[in-house]
């Protein structure tokens, strides 16, 4: 229970760290929870079922922030061309120059900060590891 807690706060962190660099950037007509959902699209096109199975997001909320996204001009919503009952997603050149800024400050280090030391990207990179293996393994408990 205690590593749930502590992915639950990292998150939350995480959340605060979008938060900042939406406000950096003069961005206001979207969320950090909206941000991840740009991210989880990504350069693909996706139904919004992929979308829901893809980030593991509940139909209301999803629903909802994607009308947000697309009212806001950051994602592009279009019947499927197979399937006029399912939507196709994909983001907006707008939501693709917001993605690229954030991800270049992510990458990048942020003006006048030190390089991170070795053992700490190594640190994390490890982490990432044993973040990953701990879903891996969760999602295999509940087949």
């Given amino acids: ?36 959902l740009l991210f989880n699209i990504g350069n693909d096109e996706l139904s919004v079922r992929d979308l829901l199975e893809r980030g593991h997001y509940l139909g209301s909320n999803a629903s909802y922030n994607l009308k947000q996204l697309v009212d806001a001009e950051y994602v592009h919503r279009a019947a499927s061309q197979r399937d006029r009952r399912s939507a196709r997603l994909r983001l907006t050149t707008k939501a693709q ?8 400050t992510h990458d990048g280090r942020p003006a006048g900060s030190q390089p991170a030391p070795d053992d700490e990207s190594d640190d994390l990179t490890i982490a990432y590891g044993v973040l990953r293996r701990l879903e891996l393994h969760w999602t295999g408990a509940l087949r």
């Avoid at 502590?6 to 950037?25: K, S």
């Avoid at 120059?97 to 270049?104: E, F, H, K, N, T």
């Fill in 1 to 36: 229970m205690d590593i749930g807690r502590l992915i639950e706060r990292a998150h939350r962190r995480f959340l605060d760290v979008l938060r900042a660099e939406l406000t950096r950037l003069g961005v206001d007509d979207i969320s950090p929870s909206q941000v991840m």
């Fill in 97 to 104: 120059s917001l993605c690229d800024a954030i991800r270049a």
